[in-house]
């Protein structure tokens, strides 16, 4: 059985000669340089190959690196670099999505989006990496305003979405990983258009919630606020650990169409997080 090089500690243990004791600290500190390491090797933009007929809504990424771009009425998945490897038509309104236990899952909405009497139609897709071939859905109609988002974590799906414009708090809805609902979770966020659009967590406990007109909300791992701030990320957020983070931003230009795009950046005391340039 190959061993892969995206587990470090465990090469660093099978690699020992016999007989030959290392500490475990010893390890740890191989795998945490290896992973700055990979870090550091990340490009600064990533560009989708092609062209869509919608705006780009979220991106996420597998264990490999492979990139999966969610353009509302397309899935898309590409290598790293933004190189097309797989396109699929897919049903209005494919929102933001998240990988997880080797499957993509994508929040979607067949109903009204931001509707104060709760018109939504909420389900999450369930796409196999290899070929993006649908493989399950499950109904989320605790989702009131409109399954627009989500992530995973821990065993855990949350699933964000819309908002009617006269509500000043998020809502966040849990689920297992049967997609059982858990709990609904009120984020005193004030209000932000038309919802929250993507959410991702990081390894510090952090959550960072992506919504329209250049917002970004921060929280806690209970979800209570530690900031919100002007930042551009509404279409997507992914956390790539350690302190790195891929923000989605697009255009769409008639009638050739939409592209989507991935910036490196880092967290930022003023603006939350800012984009890495190569200065």
Known sequence: MPISTRHPILLC?????LGLAISLAACDLLAA????????ALPLRVDCEGLYPAHLQGVCLDDEGNIYWSFTTRMVKTDAQGKLLKEVPAVYHHGDLC????RVYVAVN?????????????????YDVENLKEVARHAVPQVKHGAGGMAWRDGRFIVIGGLPHEVDENYLYEYDRDFKFIKKHV??????HL????????????WWFACYGEQLLVTNDDFEMEGRYTFECGYGIVGL????????RGSCQKPEGCRGYLLLAEPDAEAGLKVIDSN
């Open 13 to 17: 243990l099978v690699a020992l000669p």
């Open 33 to 40: 340089e290896a992973a700055v390491e990979k870090l550091d």
């Open 99 to 102: 990988y997880a236990e080797g």
């Open 110 to 126: 067949l109903g009204r989006f931001n509707d104060a009497a709760g018109k939504a139609d909420g389900w999450i897709y369930v």
């Open 187 to 192: 984020l005193a966020s004030g209000h932000t």
């Open 195 to 206: 919802g929250i659009q993507g959410a991702a967590a990081s390894i510090d406990g952090k």
């Open 241 to 248: 650990g350690g302190d790195r983070f891929y923000i989605a």
